[in-house]
T-cell receptor
Framework: KNQVEQSPQSLIILEGKNCTLQCNYTVSPFSNLRWYKQDTGRGPVSLTI?????NTKSNGRYTATLDADTKQSSLHITASQLSDSASYICVVSASGYSGNTPLVFGKGTRLSVIA | DTGVSQNPRHKITKRGQNVTFRCDPI?????LYWYRQTLGQGPEFLTY????????KSRLLSDRFSAERPKGSFSTLEIQRTEQGDSAMYLC?????????????????FGAGSRLTVL
């Protein structure tokens, strides 16, 4: 069964600290993996998208890694800011479908950055 | 282009009433998706359109739910005889999907969502 598991479920860190969010998936065949940031009451906004051949991708203070062998991804946030408080959702896309390309969503990690 | 636009942003209704949400996707995108999201959960797929054709519907989409995309541009999601369990955020997303697919295909851009509260 295609699944995406994220950990931790929630996280509280002090402003300025770093943190790492984890995503494990069993989606096959794999096409790409995306991390979205979702502020409370808003729609998800794409942070990074990684294909099979990409190991690392950065977007400002956000760095995503992908290990396609172990089917794990991480999102590292450097020098956290209060505005980083949000849910971070890992989404994995399967490939090889002529119709709808199935997207499997994780439940997200709720990050709270406090002063 | 201002991205994916959803209206209304918030809707409070009484149980049994009908509600309709509208989504205006990115103009170049041929695919349009509807998702439902409840508190603490990831988005759940409801249905999607390729141009004006509705190609897939989730089992979550009961007979009280209907979605249309009449001209392949904007879409509406109507919920009839609302129930308290329908309270959720309804997210619309759009994407470009070419025939060849490929690793970068189907990258969704989400709207801000329409929050429904059924009293």
């Amino acid at each position: 069964k295609n699944q995406v598991e994220q950990s931790p479920q929630s996280l509280i860190i002090l402003e300025g600290k770093n943190c790492t969010l984890q995503c494990n998936y069993t989606v096959s065949p794999f096409s790409n993996l995306r991390w979205y940031k979702q502020d409370t009451g808003r729609g998800p906004v794409s942070l990074t998208i990684m294909t099979f051949s990409e190991n690392t991708k950065s977007n400002g203070r956000y760095t995503a890694t992908l290990d396609a062998d172990t089917k794990q991804s991480s999102l590292h946030i450097t020098a956290s800011q209060l505005s980083d408080s949000a849910s971070y959702i890992c989404v994995v896309s399967a490939s090889g479908y002529s119709g709808n390309t199935p997207l499997v969503f994780g439940k997200g990690t709720r990050l709270s950055v406090i002063a | 282009d201002t991205g994916v636009s959803q209206n209304p942003r918030h809707k409070i209704t009484k149980r049994g009433q009908n509600v309709t949400f509208r989504c205006d996707p990115i103009s170049e995108h041929n695919r349009l998706y509807w998702y439902r999201q409840t508190l603490g959960q990831g988005p759940e797929f409801l249905t999607y359109f390729q141009n004006e054709a509705q190609l897939e519907k989730s089992r979550l989409l009961s007979d009280r739910f209907s979605a249309e995309r009449p001209k392949g541009s904007f879409s509406t999601l109507e919920i009839q005889r609302t129930e308290q369990g329908d309270s959720a955020m309804y997210l619309c997303a759009s994407s470009w999907q070419g025939l060849a697919g490929g690793p970068g295909a189907n990258v969704l851009t989400f709207g801000a969502g329409s929050r429904l509260t059924v009293l």
